[in-house]
């Protein structure tokens, strides 16, 4: 069955790095764009970066264009995000989105950004 895995969440200081992984098994992962979304206490998820399947086509939310960077492995069947400069307003819960169906979710990890 399909799964995605998410993973490197974590607590960091203001204007510090993560870099989340999302391991997919149980579909055709080279086949597929995949994407990046959050949610923080209280609002709805949002969508943050998206990758075309060939690892083209990056797009941004603007709150995190220009910090964050999307990518993937197809060889691992791993999609990454790469968070910089990180900021109170970027602590969520972050999931691994994949377009299978009616869609198909990671358990999502958690990202605190505070002092």
């Known amino acids: 069955q399909v799964q995605l895995v998410e993973s490197g969440g974590g607590l960091v200081q203001p204007g510090g790095s993560l870099r989340l992984s999302c391991a997919a098994s149980g579909f055709a992962f080279r086949t597929f764009a995949m994407r990046w979304y959050r949610q923080a206490p209280g609002k709805e998820r949002e969508l943050v970066a998206h990758?075309?399947?060939?690892?083209?086509?990056?797009t941004y939310a603007r709150s995190v264009k220009g910090r964050f960077t999307i990518s993937r492995d197809n060889a691992k069947n791993t999609v990454y995000l790469q968070m910089n400069s990180l900021k109170p307003e970027d602590t969520a819960v972050y999931y691994c989105y994949a377009p299978l169906g009616s869609g198909s979710w990671g358990q999502g990890t958690q990202v605190t950004v505070s002092p």
């Open positions: 990758i075309n399947s060939d690892g083209g086509g990056a």
